[in-house]
């Protein structure tokens, strides 16, 4: 057994020990830019329903920024998303992500048009929003954009066939990606 002053010096450094190993990392987690949305998981909400909040929150979350979605609203056969810090993500972060001098919310929120207008064939529009930015794109918009950039864009039929969706997408995921990097060559008029 030990006593005295060795004692006390054991406890206290056992007890540093243990504090500092249960001591998980503050650091916030990155938002997520263009080129880290995984397509696997983003697939997985091919022919969502407007109407599904569930699969279209967790589809929102998969996308660019998806970590700072604050309010989801599915009325009108819209999705209209709200974008904003919470307590897991710190306003450096975000500010740094959607405010970074390159028109980041306006490029996230048509990229992420582009994946709710293939993977969400019955929303009529989509409509973001971030402290003072607003975009807002119907539906027959983004198809007629797609349809010039795509020739083999999927028809109304086809956009529900989950197989015809991976294959369209797998195949032109570069693409995408580069549309919404460059949505001013694309969307903006």
């Known amino acids: 057994m030990v006593t005295g002053h060795k004692g006390v010096i ?7 020990l243990l504090s ?3 001591v ?12 880290d949305v995984k397509i696997d998981a983003i697939l997985a909400y091919s022919g969502t329903y407007v109407g599904d909040n569930s699969n279209n929150s967790a589809l929102l979350r998969e996308l660019a ?7 989801l609203d599915l009325t009108g056969e819209k999705i209209s998303v709200t974008y904003g810090v919470d307590e897991s993500i710190s306003q450096e972060s975000f500010d740094s992500h959607w405010f970074n001098g390159q028109n980041s919310e306006r490029k996230n929120f048509y990229f992420n048009a582009i994946y709710l207008t293939i993977l969400v064939p019955n929303a009529k529009e989509y409509s973001f929003r971030i402290e003072g930015s607003d975009v807002s794109v119907t539906r027959e918009r983004m198809v007629e954009v797609l349809s010039k950039k ?4 999927p028809e109304e039929g086809e956009i529900w066939d989950e197989k015809v969706v991976e294959e369209f997408v797998k195949s032109h995921q570069d693409e995408i990606e580069e549309m919404g990097k ?3 060559k694309y969307f903006v008029e």
């Open 182 to 184: 460059n949505d001013e």
């Open 24 to 35: 998980a990392s503050q650091d916030k987690p990155d938002i997520k830019a263009i080129e």
């Open 65 to 71: 920024g998806g970590e700072t979605v604050n309010h």
């Open 150 to 153: 795509f020739n083999k864009f």
């Open 10 to 16: 054991y406890v206290m450094l056992a007890i540093l």
């Open 20 to 22: 500092g190993c249960s």
